[in-house]
T-cell receptor
């Protein structure tokens, strides 16, 4: 059973298009994250949701809009795609209990290529 | 800022030991994680230190000194499959579960 799954695994699209990436976790965790890993392999947090509420929103263009329909799902919608959005996007989840640090489980990643 | 510094690349031979150092800003520190990431794959959790000292897990050990803002990951009896990027990540007190990752250290294991 896959713990954290993402779809699609690969996404190739043209500039200006709108696309979505979906993420689901079956670990029963209450917190989910989106990370962006660029060509230099630097993994940077974008958003985090705890029990469907946004708790981390880093400096990300407002073309990126996360949505959590329930605590097992966190989707990422991207409007007006730009060349610089090309990267691998990872979803992750963890069980967070207050202001602590907890092991995060990552999905397989979605490689987005904007042409 | 919360700069996390680790070497870009290290090379070692099969069977050897490699130590990957990581330094980070101490203010707002809330635990130190190490992840392994093979090319084209997701990061996977290796270890977590929140108190000073050494944590051992089989061939992998991780050390933390909170006062020095310093951690290392020790990989013993290197195997070819250990060739991967090793990411140091710092937990932060300012937000639930937030991790700040270093750029990763690419370990190359040679025969």
């Amino acid at each position: 059973d896959t713990a954290v799954s993402q779809t699609p695994k690969y996404l190739v699209t043209q500039m200006g298009n709108d696309k979505s990436i979906k993420c689901e976790q079956n670990l029963g965790h209450d917190t989910m994250y989106w990370y962006k890993q660029d060509s230099k392999k630097f993994l940077k947090i974008m958003f985090s949701y705890n029990n469907k509420e946004l708790i981390i929103n880093e400096t990300v263009p407002n073309r990126f809009s996360p949505k959590s329909p329930d605590k097992a799902h966190l989707n990422l919608h991207i409007n007006s795609l730009e060349l610089g959005d090309s990267a691998v996007y990872f979803c992750a989840s963890s069980q967070v209990r207050g202001l602590g640090s907890y092991e995060q489980y990552f999905g397989p990643g979605t490689r987005l290529t904007v042409t | 800022g919360q700069n996390i510094d680790q070497p870009t690349e290290m090379t070692a031979t099969e069977g050897a030991i490699v130590q990957i150092n990581c330094t980070y800003q101490t203010s707002g520190f809330n635990g130190l994680f190490w992840y392994q990431q093979h090319a084209g794959e997701a990061p996977t959790f290796l270890s977590y230190n929140v108190l000073d000292g050494l944590e051992e897990k089989g061939r992998f050990s991780s050390f933390l000194s909170r006062s020095k803002g310093y951690s290392y990951l020790l990989l013993k009896e290197l195997q070819m499959k250990d060739s991967a990027s090793y990411l140091c990540a710092r937990g932060a007190t300012d937000s639930w579960g937030k991790l700040q990752f270093g750029a990763g250290t690419q370990v190359v294991v040679t025969p």
